[in-house]
């Protein structure tokens, strides 16, 4: 069993910086990849990326290469997803999941996190 919290959302104009944080409990957690999704409001969730367990591997979709950046620190069961210049249409409820590799298909994650709200004004 695992459980994620996510932290970090909030409202921030276009072109700012967030960092969210997803913890992890459970004693697999460190083993494991992590993804991050985000769904808008009538919209499907889509995935953002993912890191490999071991943080040597990262994977990003195209619309937020360059931009977004995701790590993670082991000795603290927690990944990071660092969002910078931030556009209107990345405002979200940004979720991480676990237990489906770094697949970027939400039906394969068997752990959620209840999520939190990225809002990015113009």
């Known amino acids: 069993q695992v459980n994620l919290v996510e932290s970090g959302g909030g409202l921030v104009q276009a072109g700012g910086s967030l960092r969210l944080s997803c913890a992890g409990s459970?004693?697999?957690?460190?083993?494991?990849?992590v993804a991050w999704f985000r769904q808008a409001p009538g919209k499907e969730r889509e995935f953002v990326g993912a890191?490999?367990?071991?943080?040597?591997?990262?994977y990003y979709v195209d619309s937020v290469k360059g931009r977004f950046t995701i790590s993670r620190d082991s000795a603290k069961n927690t990944v990071y997803l660092q969002m910078n210049n931030l556009k209107p249409e990345d405002t979200a409820v940004y979720y991480c999941a676990q237990g489906g590799g770094t697949t970027g298909v939400a039906r394969n994650y068997d752990y959620w996190g209840q999520g939190t709200q990225v809002t990015v004004s113009s």
């Open positions: 459970g004693r697999t957690f460190s083993r494991y990849a």
């Open positions: 890191i490999s367990w071991s943080g040597s591997n990262a």
